[in-house]
């Protein structure tokens, strides 16, 4: 059965990759078209061209793409200066050998693949991190900026409203076939080089057309120390419902003491059909948006709080 599955800022493309996918396209041919305009849409503030920039004031992207019937899978991390990086990380699956690119090599590759050099900072982005950045340095730090050290700035001035979102796209076509697509512009003032989830295979998406597929937004520093995405497929290969799967990696996501901790959200469906979005520890109502070909119309929904 024809099903997509996506994040509520997923708006911009969630009708076109819909469209697609009543064409009969496949998965990730209409998740990426799909994401590519989410990517594009500067009310979108977290990702591509409507997210936020690193401590350096630098747009730097992530993006994966996994094919649930081959588990064949592209990823790029920290890219400049490019847009559709989820279309990049496609590109990187089906022309090399690699799974990954990161930084200058993922931009050097775009250029190849015929992707302009896009200008990717949007104004307002470049104001709030120039303004939240001012307010926190010394005037020893803004005389010397940018060669100062980072890491302690990075700590106070992130703003925990405006961090770790992403898109995540998870589709089953026509043929059956599962996959999944991710897109972010990651933590607002983060470490620049700093990857998040999304280009991670395992901890942010996973897909294997034979059980399901799973992708996650919010807290990457957690999810990649679980491999939550992998571990949600791989229990129900063991034999897990879609919800007990679920609950099995939000225990492991509860057993983290340690290091930095917050809120994820995980986005889940089956080979047989059912989905499901849970918020663990988000303080904010989480929503999603559901289609599959057996409804008119794509419909948003709220997700089921869990482990608060
Ligand atoms: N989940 C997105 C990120 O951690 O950047």
């Not at 503030?45 to 920039?53: E, F, I, L, M």
């Not at 990049?88 to 990161?102: F, G, I, N, Q, R």
């Not at 939240?132 to 005389?143: F, H």
């Not at 989830?197 to 057309?209: K, L, N, R, T, V």
Request: hydrophobic share 40%.
């Amino acid at each position: 059965m024809r099903m997509l599955l996506a994040n509520a800022e997923a708006w911009p493309g969630f009708d076109t990759t819909v469209e697609h996918l009543k064409n009969d396209g496949p998965a990730i041919d209409a998740m990426v078209s799909g994401i590519a305009r989410v990517e594009r849409e500067a009310k979108v503030r977290s990702v591509g061209y409507g997210g936020w920039p690193n401590m350096l004031g630098e747009m730097e992207f992530d993006a994966g793409v996994m094919d649930g019937t081959t588990r064949e899978v592209g990823a790029v991390g920290a890219v400049p200066a490019t847009l559709p990086v989820s279309a990049l990380a496609h590109e990187v699956m089906k022309h090399l050998p690699h799974v990954m690119l990161t930084g200058a090599g993922a931009r050097r590759f775009a250029t190849e693949r015929g992707f302009a050099v896009d200008e990717v900072l949007h104004p307002d982005s470049k104001r709030v991190w120039w303004e939240r950045l001012q307010k926190e340095m010394s005037p020893q730090q803004r005389a010397a900026f940018p060669d100062i050290p980072l890491a302690p700035l990075s700590n106070t001035i992130t703003d925990p409203e405006r961090v770790r979102d992403t898109t995540v796209f998870l589709g089953v076509d026509a043929g059956d076939h599962i996959g999944v697509v991710t897109s972010t512009s990651g933590w607002a003032w983060k470490y620049p080089g700093r990857l998040g989830d999304s280009p991670i295979p395992g901890a942010g998406f996973y897909a294997d057309s034979r059980y399901g597929a799973a992708a996650c937004t919010h807290t990457g520093e957690m999810t990649m120390r679980c491999s939550t995405s992998r571990s949600i497929v791989l229990a129900m290969r063991l034999g897990y419902t879609l919800e007990d799967a679920i609950k099995f990696a939000v225990e492991e996501l509860a057993e983290l003491k340690t290091g930095f901790l917050a809120g994820v959200v995980i986005h889940a469906l089956d080979a047989q059909g059912n989905h499901q979005v849970v918020n663990y520890r988000c303080d904010e109502e989480i929503r999603y948006w559901y289609w599959d070909e057996r409804m008119a119309a794509p419909e948003l929904r709220v997700a089921a709080a869990i482990g608060t």
